[in-house]
């Protein structure tokens, strides 16, 4: 069993930055293929980012792709998502999710509790 928990969700103007952080306890999180995903009101949950288990590859959402960054450090138990140039559009529950298989897909096998993201105009 993988315990998640996101943290530093917010408010923001549009043009400014945030970075969530998931921490996570329990089972050996190296060995784990981790991914952010999000959800807005009334929309499917959607991939935004994925970092490999030694951190090699890290696949991003069209949307996101130059504005955001996946990392992780495995001594912390800890994977990050800093966003730049955040726009309204990316308001949403950002979840963290933790999986053996390596995929865009919300297929993961663990999952955070989320945390809220709201970009003003």
């Known amino acids: 069993q993988v315990q998640l928990v996101e943290s530093g969700g917010g408010l923001v103007q549009a043009g400014g930055s945030l970075r969530l952080s998931c921490a996570a306890s329990g089972r050996t999180f190296s060995n784990y293929h981790m991914a952010w995903f999000r959800q807005a009101p009334g929309k499917e949950r959607e991939f935004v980012a994925a970092i490999s288990w030694i951190g090699g590859t890290t696949p991003y959402a069209d949307s996101v792709k130059g504005r955001f960054t996946i990392s992780r450090d495995n001594a912390k138990n800890t994977v990050y998502l800093q966003m730049n140039s955040l726009k309204p559009e990316d308001t949403a529950v950002y979840y963290c999710?933790?999986?053996?298989?390596?995929?865009?897909?919300?297929?993961?096998?663990?999952w955070g509790q989320g945390t809220q993201v709201t970009v003003s105009s």
């Open positions: 999710a933790a999986g053996r298989v390596f995929t865009r897909q919300p297929g993961y096998d663990y």
